[in-house]
């Protein structure tokens, strides 16, 4: 099977947004907000619709900082999965976890910080990418409100 998401990488005033999900002991982890393309949306739309619904964050495209590949296996055989990972600007501080997909605590981390508490390789990456992209727009004087 194959599966295509979209997330980002978000960032208020310097952090990451990052999400602890929790699921009866199977899964727990720090992770990026991401999430399944559905029919007739562009990867933007998702990467945008995603963030906001796992985290109430009303965010804005960057950047685009290229995708991430991995395999996992469910009852009846392995997903190839796909994550097209945008860079994105938070319009507020406010953030709140959608306890529907567990996630059970949601908030923004400096770039170490953030670096620590991610469990996946992939996502750190993207992470860094994301963070080298937005210095560099700072520089630029292209970040939004100079955050």
């Given at each position: ?6 997330g ?19 899964y ?53 999965k796909k ?65």
């Amino acid at each position: 099977m194959k599966a295509l998401s979209s997330g980002g990488v978000v960032i208020y005033r310097g952090k990451a947004l990052l999400l602890y999900k929790y699921k009866r002991r199977r899964y727990d982890a720090w992770v990026l907000p991401k999430g399944t393309v559905e029919e007739n949306e562009s990867l933007e739309q998702t990467a945008l619709r995603e963030v906001e619904e796992e985290t109430g964050v009303k965010a804005g495209i960057m950047a685009y900082l290229g995708f991430t590949e991995y395999d996992f296996r469910v009852p009846g055989g392995r997903v190839d999965k796909k994550v097209h990972w945008y860079l994105m600007h938070a319009k507020s501080f406010f953030c709140k976890p959608q306890a529907e997909e567990y996630f059970i605590e949601a908030g923004y981390f400096s770039r170490n910080a953030a670096k620590f508490l991610l469990k996946f390789d992939d996502e750190l990456r993207i992470l860094e990418r994301g963070f080298q992209e937005f210095h560099r727009q700072k520089r630029l004087k292209r970040w939004p409100g100079g955050q």
